[in-house]
């Protein structure tokens, strides 16, 4: 097997010591981005070392190994930013736009950026050229935010639960049951001028979301069946990293496992978790449908995806620039809404017909009735959701009327 590595790019920021889930520094990910490996496997370094079966021992080796000469070719790189004042967050002359996201470049957020990237090269090609990292290349959901706010990268996707860290009114999102409709859930949501000031909220942090994706509806997956509440009890199941989402497992009687993404396949396969909840996309984008074969339509939560950009990064754009930043980002959510019904559709086939995949209609009200105090529960405990669950619940009404 012969591995080429060379230079992508490299920050000159100072950031926290952060790792990916290979367990590799951060800033090392970046200078290892662009490799090839043959025989022909054109997947992630790591993925390919385990895929191909290397022992750990000899698998650290090789990645010593390589980590030893791109730590020379940084040690020139430096030595000449040195000598000439280069800056390494630009190449040719343009301004390096690095974005971070955990899903493959099959997924609709991904095509989503795709889009992104060629509106601002279009137009603004002279100074920026946009690099977009995905299968958490540089870390998990949560590391990715980290690093967008010290400025390491200038954008992440990252799920509402993840928010909650930095901003508690995007606990409204984990809320189960919130919004009535998809139709509900995306009037909310392309109601902009509202939901500029929920993306403000993080400013304090050190970054704003500048656009909204479909991630669709979040349901349970696992080894078993799961045809009412009763079938969840003493199930270990995977949820994000959201208080909110843990409260609402153990209303339905399952033990929460919050973990990051990318641990997912592993953990079901091993039987450190019986199951996940997600969209399904999961089924196949990611393969959880090897592991998990039975997918339950219980629709707990509707949440969007946000793509967060550095404060710093947005507030130095020019006005021109800015415009054309967020014209690219509406364009990415235009197309990644576009690409998301289609690929649900197709994920759905695979999963069923490929798979072997069961797909389960329960009776939806037997889920609702377990998790029915929460909403109330959430609003006494953080009122910084108050105004926007109002505003949610009056579009509920709204769309049920004009049903």
């Not at 097997?1 to 920021?13: D, P």
């Not at 290349?137 to 400025?151: A, D, F």
């Not at 289609?342 to 759905?348: G, L, R």
Request: proline residues 3%; hydrophobic residues 40%.
């Amino acid at each position: 097997m012969r591995i080429n590595c060379e230079i992508y790019h490299v920050t000159t920021k100072k950031s926290p010591p952060m790792t990916n889930i290979y367990g590799i520094k951060t800033k090392t990910m970046l200078l290892l981005y662009k490799y090839r490996i043959k025989p022909v496997i054109k997947q992630r370094l790591f993925s390919n070392l385990a895929l191909i079966g290397v022992k750990n021992k000899r698998r650290k080796q090789m990645i010593k190994t390589i980590m030893k000469r791109c730590a020379v070719l940084m040690l020139c790189m430096v030595m000449t930013v040195g000598l000439f004042g280069c800056n390494l967050s630009v190449n040719n002359g343009k301004r390096i736009v690095r974005i971070a996201i955990a899903q493959s470049e099959t997924h609709p957020e991904y095509l989503g950026l795709v889009a992104f990237k060629e509106y601002v090269e279009e137009r603004l090609g002279d100074k920026y050229e946009v690099q977009i990292f995905p299968n958490e290349l540089l870390g998990s959901i949560q590391k990715t935010i980290e690093l967008t706010q010290t400025g390491a990268i200038d954008f992440a996707v990252a799920g509402t639960a993840n928010l909650e860290t930095f901003a508690d009114v995007y606990e409204v999102f984990s809320m189960p049951y919130l919004f009535d409709s998809v139709e509900s859930y995306k009037a909310v949501m392309q109601d902009t001028d509202y939901m500029e000031n929920v993306y403000e909220s993080t400013d304090s942090s050190g970054f704003r979301v500048l656009t909204w994706y479909n991630a669709g509806t979040r349901n349970f997956y696992g080894k078993k069946a799961i045809n009412t509440p009763a079938d969840l009890s003493g199930m270990k199941i995977r949820v994000q990293q959201s208080p909110a989402s843990v409260a609402m497992m153990q209303a339905f009687g399952a033990a929460a496992s919050p973990m990051s993404f990318g641990e997912v396949y592993t953990a079901i396969q091993q039987g450190v978790i019986d199951g996940a909840e997600n969209n399904e996309l999961a089924l196949t984008n990611n393969k959880h449908g090897e592991v998990a074969k039975y997918y339950t339509y219980n629709m707990h939560q509707i949440i969007p995806d946000m793509l967060v950009g550095n404060l710093k990064f947005i507030q130095g754009l020019d006005e021109d620039e800015l415009k054309v930043f967020k014209e690219a980002a509406l364009k990415s959510t235009e197309v990644e809404l576009t690409e998301w019904d289609k690929c649900v559709e197709e994920a759905k086939n695979t999963a069923h017909n490929e798979m072997g995949v069961e797909f389960i209609y329960p009776d939806i009200t037997l889920f609702k009735d377990k998790v029915k105090n929460m909403q109330q529960d959430m609003i006494q405990k953080n009122p910084s959701i108050v105004d926007i669950y109002n505003h949610i619940q009056e579009v509920n009404k709204r769309i049920g009327e004009e049903k």
